[in-house]
């Protein structure tokens, strides 16, 4: 199974107009999720809306907070999905973007993806997720793993390779009991497709430094 289709809904798809994805209106009256059209204040606002429910069921959430910076890219979040954003058994999904024409929600973007895993979510997913089995493969490229140290901890770095390309997405998968995190970055091409467009498909090394600044939300 490639990285492409670790999530349902890809903020690649979920915040650029020419991918545009039907929503549905979710009304939860506890959160606020922006009562105007900004995108950024309503998109923040399904994560808050996520990252409650999982907290009222006693669970932690980590996050990168609202910005970070990375290989000189500014990355927005963290964005939730108004609707088929769920985690199967329970979890909070998050996207951090960067747009790379300097306009928010318009042109081509990069995507760091979070998910926090329940233990039940996980138990579910650790299958497809930790053992991507994508089709097509070259004998020569191969999934590719590596242990890394993420905040003190052992975490797993996995690259997985497309029937064209050696890394087409990189994953990082990271237990902090109770809770499992697995944060993804896809490969994103230029408009020729010659150009290798994500900060974290060209160095997955990057990905690792990044998520050293885990940490639980709220602060």
Not at 133 to 154: A, D, F, H, L, N
Not at 158 to 187: C, H, K
Request: charged share 20%; proline share 7%; with cysteine.
């Amino acid at each position: 199974m490639s990285i492409l289709n670790f999530r349902r809904l890809s903020l690649l798809k979920l915040l650029v107009p020419v991918a545009a994805l039907a929503t549905v209106l979710t009304t939860i009256s506890c959160v606020e999720l922006g009562g105007n059209d900004d995108p950024d204040d309503r998109f923040y606002g399904y994560f808050l809306r996520d990252a409650k429910a999982m907290q009222d069921v006693g669970l932690p959430v980590y996050w990168l907070g609202r910005e970070f910076n990375a290989a000189g890219l500014a990355f927005r979040g963290p964005y939730g999905a108004e609707f088929g954003g769920e985690v199967e058994g329970g979890g909070v999904f998050m996207g951090y973007v960067s747009w790379l024409d300097g306009t928010p929600f318009k042109g081509t973007n990069i995507s760091l993806e979070i998910t926090v895993y329940s233990p039940h979510a996980w138990e579910l997913a650790r299958e497809r997720m930790a053992n991507p089995s994508p089709q097509g493969i070259p004998r020569q490229y191969s999934v590719t793993r590596q242990k890394v140290k993420v905040m003190g901890r052992e975490a797993e770095l996995i690259s997985v390779p497309s029937a064209t390309r050696p890394v087409n997405g990189v994953m990082l998968i990271l237990e902090l009991d109770p809770v499992v995190v697995v944060a993804t970055g896809a490969s994103v091409l230029s408009a020729d497709g010659a150009s290798e467009l994500s900060i974290f498909v060209k160095d997955p090394d990057l990905l690792v430094q990044v998520m050293q600044d885990l940490r639980p939300y709220p602060e």
